[in-house]
């Protein structure tokens, strides 16, 4: 694995417990931890359970023991490790978003073509496809549950930025970034629109706002934040990506993901409206679907709240027995077990690498979109 | 109209705006307000649309052009005024509770057959019932909709007692309350759940408890509340009434009315467990029910919030269009349009004073429970 | 009152009731109805209270005895009633939207102009600023307790289109509704935003949608639908309007409007997100108001969703004791009372003409930049 | 640890995530896994990720290289391995209800009291007070947030037993289990009561009932429940469990435990209701807090929903950023990291045996009360 923040501690925790809940094909051992600094990528390996480190991904990627290459750097370092691990023979989990531009998504694509030909499997991580409740939705629609799809609205709300004076991390430099809320999580509600409805958004009309401009810079990272210096610097990414987007079979859908969202925390919704129904999901309360069945009776028509904490629903059988709430990092060992499975199975995971392309294509028509002031971009 | 507080109020509402929405076969005329005090009736008549006033209710029910008593005095003089009334051959619509003891509310239910004898028609006025959400509940039990009733939960909490220093009123003197939380808000708790599962509660055991013994006297009556005295008064009735009943067909219930239930401000709720469903009901949102039905297939259950705001739904059609909230005074229009309905028919309106008698007499056995130490105890 | 559909008996009902519960400085009389069809207004009339009918407004604000005209007729006959109604000097209450077409709602903008400078008034009827929780968020805001307002979110989603079956209705052609959802719907979103927050829209980029653009012509009207016939018709308004507005202030906010938002029956929705807090609002449950104070403790803070239900929030002391609901049509009696009042003390009663042409004019902006590819175009 | 059935498998999960994501004063090492059937719990070692195996427990508590027993199996047998074990000088975690019968609790408590004089330290296994939300609202009654407690309730609410036809476990025997909802569920529900007030339950008056009292016997376990065979067994255990306690300090409790509340999946609910505010919790909400805040001004009093997902509340800031939502095993990891850091202290670690055995006490007097006609009982 290359890399060790946020997303290294939760790819490792799905590394670890995934073969503890499901029979896997393969059982993942994890090797090699990569980083820059010997100290510290020594720490985290100890600290999530990696058995030797390396400051050379060049190196680990050459090794004849290793198979698997999870990348979880910053955006703008995936497409060199990517394609080189993929052309190295070795199966690729990457992150999203998939890489910083179009153009190295493209490229990255390429090299997961090229090594598809040789049975080699690159995935990228919109782990939230994997939250039991929003699978579930996914198989509601395919299933006809809610009828043609008529509208979709997508947010995803956080409110971290909210204080003027928390500082700058690298989330806010458009270098390492690539983008704002709109690439960190508006990905997520493109990705799961697209997911849940079978389509893919056509084009797009939005508009991208820095609401602080100016931030002090960072003294100590913590989490997500930390503390500030008395210097300050630009925040050169959107806060708040507002967009309206067209499906390929015309449906229309809104978009929105802030950071500024006072009082959300963690509020990635998404509501589809069919012509028999509908299903809204919310993943501040995330074992719950919201599923409204328009063909039972009209007086009983209402908002079901599903618990999918039951043994029927996707992934759950799993763990514990019915009733029994899942968490966030339960979407990485979902994720561990369904790219394991596709490997063993020789076939494609799925996101692919031409889903994470695509989805990067959207975030750039946005771009584009907001731009040109709003106008209509073709995806 | 015999009283002109806050049931004064909501049913000269009932009176007023139940013609408007509903075809009746009679139509209601308010023609005269009775109370004690000439001046504060004469304010109260002309407030809330009383062609008339007097001070001796005895006069007023002995007038031909009166067809209809309304009595929402205080319970201390239900008996007199209800008993008086059908001897003198008038309808009469009672507010809850029936009575104050069993022993008068014994009386009532007698002249009450006396009077149907005669076609004169008598009935209490245990609103609640006549929420579209709460009928539709019945609806839904009667038609097997959740099967066979394995469970009931009913509660009534408020909270307009938790302040230590909040004033005596009428309701917490049992001379003039007959009782407190228990007769106040639980009898309503015993209504509904009687009413929803169509059964009734046959022995009881329960504790009452009274949290604040000691408070200052009202020295001005506002709301259900007002300002207070220097001087203290005893608290002569139970601030919170808890109990486990048995229904005559063997299902137990368990009941709590508190007035101390911080931060609940009027929240009747009631839930029914059933064999192949369940309903929960909170009248702090009022025009919601929500219903689970374990018939439905496995994976999308849950409880479906239905808003009980369509004109299929008890009631409704004769309001507003679809998806407009009703609030809380509309269970007196339905209340007197049920009334005037059952009267014009010749029907006995539902809930007798038979029907009260039997709520009175389970407050009793509560009362009785809790002396002894929470003995079952009959009703 | 000229007109007598579902406006017609919400407003009777607020005239009606108004009295009841608040001391008003003068008390309204129902004199007159007017409508085209002699038999059915007759009918209306008993229906509504009124005691007398007409099939001619200009004879009917001919009258000296006349003082208020209210108008709930459809949008296209709404200029040329006020004008006159004002021009012979009575105040006029006019149902929204002021009218259907910009032109209109400015000429009706100058006639309340030339009105108001002999004592006359005008007013518009945006009902759902009178729900207390919706005044009570605008006072929060004016009070800064969110701080800044950084961004807004409106919705106003139904779904009784949402069979593609439902037939035609008046309000689904253009020529007497002006627009559809945008003008119907939208535009309680734009006032509702407008007013909470103290701003007014300056642009907008949007897109309007047909989903269904034929349907059964209408055999037979009842609610807000009827019965179809067989033969079909052209559906001229936009069943979703989709935009995003900036405000004078600069702040960005996202508005929808749909019929076809399926299970959603009257969820008319606002979010503010301040620097400091945020606010949250839902017709479906409008006692409820959602609020977040980012200014209390850390381990504490979270969305308070507050009952506004008591005697402190804005007009809820005039009803019945703490922690009763109120319903839909409250507001048409908060509406009747602010109009009186502002008459009686020759003050301007909001919101004004200007204010109804103020949101005619954001309409008018979506529908340009909807037929210009979103571009953002100014009010 | 002895025992691998679902308790197993969670208690495992603790053990394996608690040291990588907490700062531990020592390291667990999962050394033997013990069970009675060598096929099987070879098995289960190897899926849960335990070094050896064992049949014997006797042999394994003697092995000097073992510092702790983690006990998980049914009830009956935790008696006599905990009192070896901790006469052995072994750490003992014990899967709650401490034991299936007084006596043995008492023994227990006993053994603990006599280790701990050498330091060895013992704790029963309640996770649900380590739910952070739990946690928190301990802290929050200790803090006088909401004043003095007035009323407690507490209910533990599942439907797994809702089908009549569904087969026999070890659960409904009550050789096996002890007891049925009340020791299973309604122990949790005790539990919790008493840690949020910091109070133990003095007396109780209460009725145990068995709604279904034959099933089919298993013929095959699978989760909580199983296949069903054609012979019926006799359910010798309470399917709902319902009581009235009295606290120390003289407030009063109601408690619920069913298995047949349908719909309700894992609804471990409580309320405290205080001088100055309340608490409201539900295990089917995890993440969430409600708090009413009695202090705050008049108008902006609610329930606030707190997402307990922040760095500042208790145990969360060593998972994920802000708003990500823990899952049921996160308690257990909880669990195992205060466990270690008190042993490491030389610090009891809670709840201890002797609070295990209070709550055996509360259960006997429940099954006391409810056989002697719900009279009050003391603990």
Not at 212 to 229: I, M, Q
Not at 239 to 260: H, I, M, N, P, Q
Request: proline share 3%; charged share 25%.
């Amino acid at each position: 694995m290359v890399g060790y923040g946020f997303m290294g501690a939760a790819h490792s925790q799905g590394w670890r417990v995934a073969p503890r809940f499901f029979e896997l094909a393969a059982t993942p051992e994890m090797t090699v931890l990569v980083g820059r600094d010997a100290t510290r990528v020594a720490t985290a390996a100890e600290r999530w359970g990696w058995a030797e480190t390396s400051t050379d991904w060049r190196e680990t990627i050459a090794r004849d023991d290793i198979d698997v290459v999870d990348i979880v750097t910053p955006g703008d370092s995936h497409a060199e490790i990517a394609i080189a691990a993929l052309d190295a023979g070795k199966h690729v989990l990457c992150e999203k978003p998939l890489a910083n531009s179009v153009a190295e998504a493209e490229a990255m694509a390429a090299a997961a073509d090229r090594a598809a030909a040789h049975g080699v499997r690159a995935m990228v991580g919109f782990t939230y496809r994997r939250v039991p409740a929003v699978t579930f939705a996914r198989d509601l629609v395919a299933a006809g549950r809610i009828g043609a799809v008529r509208q979709v609205r997508a947010q995803y709300l956080q409110d971290w930025l909210r204080d003027a004076d928390s500082p700058m991390t690298w989330r806010l430099d458009k270098e390492l970034a690539g983008s704002g809320s709109l690439g960190d999580i508006g990905a997520h509600a493109v990705d799961l629109a697209q997911f849940i409805t079978g389509t893919r958004l056509a084009s797009v009309s939005g508009v991208l706002e820095t609401l602080v401009p100016e931030r002090p810079l960072l003294a100590d990272a913590r989490g997500l934040s930390g503390t500030a210096s008395t210097e300050r610097g630009r925040v050169t990414v959107d806060d708040v990506a507002l967009f309206t987007g067209r499906f390929d079979d015309g449906v229309l859908g809104t978009f929105e993901a802030s950071r500024f969202a006072t009082g959300r925390k963690n509020a990635l919704r998404i509501e589809v409206s069919g012509s028999t129904g509908a299903l809204a999901f919310d993943l501040e309360d995330l074992n719950a679907l919201e599923f409204f069945d328009g063909t039972a009776e009209a007086t009983t028509q209402g908002f079901t709240k599903i618990l999918v904490t039951e043994p029927e629903h996707p992934y759950v059988g799993a763990w514990w027995p019915a009733g029994h709430m899942l968490g966030y990092e339960h979407g990485f060992s979902h994720q561990a077990r369904d790219f394991v499975e596709a490997v063993a199975a020789g076939e494609q995971p799925r996101p692919s690498f031409a889903d994470g392309l695509q989805v990067q294509r959207v975030l750039a028509a946005v771009e584009r979109s907001s731009a040109e002031g709003s106008a209509w971009t073709a995806v």
